[in-house]
């Protein structure tokens, strides 16, 4: 009902950048919050950044002012650009969507993309 679809992931050195992204599509009436997940290898998974619909950001303290999230509203699209990586900022990185699905009755989602491997070496 809902596909979201990542890209950007790769490997990088440490102190490089990455941008994901992530595309939303399907039978969408509306997206209300995007984010960014992340999760390493045997724990749980964790949030990165999210975005609300009219902007509205969040970071996890070991990401702020080194990621940034941003979402193009009219492509269905958020965006994690990811500068200064370390080595622990490698993990499966994980897109969410929640809203609203184009029915005759409102239908809440929430969605979450298949995952895309950031790996960061020292």
């Known amino acids: 009902q809902v596909q979201l679809v990542e890209s950007g992931g790769g490997l990088v050195q440490a102190g490089g950048s990455l941008r994901l992204s992530c595309a939303a599509s399907g039978s969408i009436f509306s997206i209300n919050n995007m984010g960014w997940y992340r999760q390493h290898p045997g724990k749980q998974r964790e949030l990165v950044a999210a975005?609300?619909?009219?902007?509205?950001?969040n970071y996890a303290d070991s990401v702020k002012g080194r990621f940034t999230i941003s979402r193009d509203n009219a492509k269905n699209t958020v965006y994690l650009q990811m500068n200064s990586l370390k080595p622990e900022d490698t993990a499966v990185y994980y897109c969410?969507?929640?809203?609203?699905?184009?029915?005759?009755?409102?239908?809440?989602?929430?969605?979450w993309g298949q995952g895309t491997q950031v790996t960061v070496s020292s």
């Open positions: 969410n969507a929640d809203g609203f699905l184009r029915r005759l009755s409102p239908t809440a989602y929430n969605y």
């Open positions: 975005i609300t619909s009219g902007g509205s950001t």
